[in-house]
């Protein structure tokens, strides 16, 4: 995740895509702040077996 976050900064990634989103963290809605965070900040957060549902 570490490595992700710096090539979020560096403008080299703009999505991360995941299994599933329970990967990203234990705590449901940190997660979700996470994942709004993110969107907010024009990083997209895929998961994909919620785009096959």
Do not use: Y
Request: charged share 25%; hydrophobic share 45%; aromatic share 6%.
């Amino acid at each position: 995740m570490n490595d992700f976050l710096e090539a979020v900064r560096q403008g080299r990634a703009d999505a991360l895509l995941t299994k599933d989103l329970t990967r990203l963290g234990r705590d449901a809605i940190q997660t979700a702040a996470w994942i709004a965070d993110s969107n907010t900040s024009g990083v997209g957060v895929f998961s994909v077996i919620d785009l096959t549902l």
